[in-house]
């Protein structure tokens, strides 16, 4: 079982930046890719990074160049650092982590709201 739990999240106003961090307890060992999701209400949840055991990331179009994902390695804490947030970055952020290449856990969530 891996747990894990967000923080960071809150309020800025447009423009600004957020850092967003999770932290993984558990079967840390097993774990193969953390990363962000989102979901704005009444929107499907979206991928926002995904860093792998190996350091290689991804980001959604809408994100890149302005969040960065990284991890502090062997201690399984990510963390998605947010800079010129808009708007439609509004939505409440989920940590979730691969563990054994299959199996999928979440966190509770963390909001972030950007005020225009």
């Known amino acids: 079982q891996v747990q894990l739990m967000e923080s960071g999240g809150g309020l800025v106003q447009a423009g600004g930046s957020l850092r967003l961090t999770c932290a993984a307890s558990?079967?840390?060992?097993?774990?193969?890719?953390m990363g962000w999701h989102r979901q704005a209400p009444g929107k499907q949840r979206e991928l926002v990074a995904t860093?792998?055991?190996?350091?290689?990331?991804n980001y959604a179009d809408s994100v890149k160049g302005r969040f960065t994902i990284s991890t502090d390695g062997a201690k399984k804490t990510i963390y998605l650092q947010m800079n010129s947030l808009q708007p439609e970055d509004t939505a409440v952020y989920y940590c979730?982590?691969?563990?054994?290449?299959?199996?999928?856990?979440w966190g509770q969530g963390t909001q972030v709201t950007v005020s225009s």
């Open positions: 860093i792998t055991s190996g350091g290689m990331t």
């Open positions: 558990g079967s840390i060992s097993n774990i193969n890719r």
């Open positions: 979730n982590a691969v563990a054994s290449y299959v199996r999928a856990y």
